[in-house]
């Protein structure tokens, strides 16, 4: 069954360093999403992705943050310099059009200390 | 913004029980999910409910929407301990809104 993979699985960071987590969507999906869960908490929407710019993003999606798709494959959410308070799992999620299910990856366990 | 409530936010059974687990939602929405995480890993898809009075069944798990009511139900027949995890309901609209999780113990 096609999977949404991210990349790295975990990693630990310095504040104020610049972090890039990658996801490889399902092939043909269009619709990319970024979403992420503070420890404990609930997911939360940042942002979503189609037709090469972003469509929508909330306000936890700030200027510190940008995503990219550098390629026909790759999906990068950047940090540009992270906080503490951005330590949480990082899902990376697609859709195809005119589809009603969302893939979710795996997901990045990023930890600033 | 859309609103997705869930309650209880915690859970503890024993095995062989039934409970409920409840999801309201604050604006309208025809599309209804429910996903399963255990703890450190990933959002597993358990339902898709895409209408009105739409219920799904798999194994000891049944959900179902009341559109009109704004509320989805999880309901959960003789619970064993493999179910515990948290569950989270999520309400699309162009993109999902999640509840904020019921974390579910299922005591042997």
């Known amino acids: 069954e096609p999977e949404v993979t991210q990349t790295p699985s975990h990693q630990v960071t310095q504040m104020g360093q610049e972090v890039i987590l990658r996801c490889v969507p399902i092939?043909?999906?269009?619709?990319f999403y970024w979403y992420r869960q503070i420890l404990g908490q609930k997911v939360e929407f940042l942002v979503s992705f189609y037709n090469n710019e972003i469509s929508e993003k909330s306000e936890i999606f700030d200027d510190q943050f940008s995503v990219e798709r550098p390629d026909g494959s790759n999906f990068t959410l950047k940090i540009r310099s992270t906080k503490l308070e951005d330590s949480a799992m990082y899902f990376c999620?697609?859709?195809?059009?005119?589809?009603?299910?969302?893939?979710f990856g795996e997901g990045s366990w990023l930890t600033v200390v | 913004e859309l609103k997705v409530e869930q309650n209880p936010l915690f859970l503890s059974m024993q095995e062989g029980k039934n409970y409920t687990i409840y999801c309201n939602y604050s604006t309208t929405s025809d599309r209804l999910y429910w996903y399963r995480q255990d703890p450190g890993k990933s959002l597993e898809s358990l339902f898709v409910l895409l209408s009105n009075g739409a219920v799904k069944q798999e194994g000891r798990l049944m959900a179902s929407l009341d559109t009109k009511a704004r509320l989805s139900t999880l309901h959960i027949t003789a619970a064993v301990h493999d179910l515990s995890a948290t569950y989270f309901c999520a309400v699309d609209r162009d993109k999902f809104y999640f509840g904020s999780g019921t974390k579910l113990n299922v005591k042997p």
């Open positions: 092939s043909n999906h269009l619709y």
């Open positions: 999620a697609s859709r195809l059009q005119g589809s009603n299910t969302i893939y």
